[in-house]
């Protein structure tokens, strides 16, 4: 489910609500204890990253709140794909 979830993604990589889904599917899998074998939608992940991070990191900074918001969802999907980082780019945070 995951993987399929995370291709869907890679063919709508600005789906902000496609991202969020796809995190709290993988937190709801953690509560109940399950242990989805990852590396695939990691994959994805990092591909999704080098295609398409750096510039809405870039957006984010010059204050586009899409692009902000974008970041934010991403740095969640990451943290719940167990990906402790996004090198390379500065992670965006909303303050």
Request: hydrophobic share 35%; proline share 2%; with cysteine.
């Amino acid at each position: 489910k995951v993987n399929e979830l995370m291709n869907r993604l890679k063919d709508s990589p600005t789906d902000v609500n496609l991202m969020y889904k796809i995190a709290k599917f993988l937190e709801a899998t953690q509560r109940i204890s399950l242990h989805p074998d990852l590396w695939q939608a990691q994959n994805t992940a990092f591909q999704i990253q080098g295609e398409h991070y750096h510039d809405f990191a870039e957006k984010s900074q010059q204050g586009d709140e899409e692009a902000r918001v974008w970041c934010d969802r991403f740095n969640e999907l990451f943290e719940q794909l167990n990906i402790k980082g996004i090198e390379g780019d500065i992670m965006i945070h909303a303050s």
